[in-house]
């Protein structure tokens, strides 16, 4: 199964700490997405390339966040100094170029617990 | 901004009966609609979508769904629930953007019992 990747799939820090999540898309994929997930909510989005350009970043993406596609391939998503509001699933997705009829593929995402 | 309701946060149904989950959005302009699954240990994945066209789109393992437009909703269905669509099911919306920046409801935790 190619399907997207995502490292690690758990992650527990403490309070303060750096934190770098990992996303390989599906090879061939030029977009890629970033959503986070928190308990008992719908899944919000925080970015998107398209290969290496970041071309939207919510404003749920504090200045603590930073997100790079080098090379328009894996992705890196990086929090500073976590807080505990951090903790949540992090989704990564990937589509190919399309037309009108854009499907994102997800991968199973990091569970990041802030302690 | 857009926002998506989902109205049924936990739904049980037995084996054979009928699916009505509802989904309505708030966005004036035109948008896209999407319904998500994620089966117990497995990653979301795309159980059907509407663009434009006819407004009963059909996805994969029997659901459907109905955009209304002046209902802002966006239901889906399945006329005959099995055990293996025990999941939770997300309704989303995008604007006509150009990329997927969904906005999502909450969820519904569907469980079928045998």
Redesign the interface.
């Known amino acids: 199964d190619t399907g997207v990747s995502q490292d690690p799939r758990h992650k527990i820090t403490k309070r303060g700490q750096n934190v770098t999540f990992r996303c390989d898309p599906i090879s061939e994929h030029n977009r890629l997405y970033w959503y986070r997930q928190t308990l008992g909510q719908g899944p919000e989005f925080l970015t998107y390339f398209q290969n290496e350009a970041q071309l939207e970043k919510s404003r749920l993406l504090s200045d603590r966040f930073s997100a790079e596609r080098p090379k328009g391939s894996f992705s890196t998503l990086e929090i500073q100094r976590t807080e505990q509001g951090d903790s949540a699933m992090y989704l990564c997705a990937s589509s190919p170029r399309t037309g009108t009829s854009e499907k994102l593929f997800f991968g199973s995402g990091t569970q990041l617990s802030v302690l | 901004a857009q926002s998506?309701s989902q109205h049924n946060h936990h739904v049980i149904l037995s084996e054979a009966a009928s699916l009505e989950l509802g989904c309505n959005y708030s966005y004036g302009g035109t948008v896209n609609l999407f319904w998500y699954v994620q089966y117990p240990g497995?990653?979301?994945?795309?159980l059907l979508?509407y663009?434009?066209g006819d407004p009963l789109v059909k996805g994969i393992k029997g659901f459907e769904a109905e955009f209304i437009k002046s209902k802002f909703s966006f239901n889906l269905r399945k006329p005959s629930v099995q055990w293996s669509d025990t999941a939770e099911y997300?309704c989303?919306v995008n604007a006509d953007t150009g990329?997927?920046?969904?906005?999502?409801?909450?969820?519904t935790r569907l469980l079928v019992s045998p």
């Open positions: 998506v497995q990653h979301l994945q795309l979508k663009f434009s997300f989303a990329f997927q920046k969904l906005v999502f409801g909450t969820g």
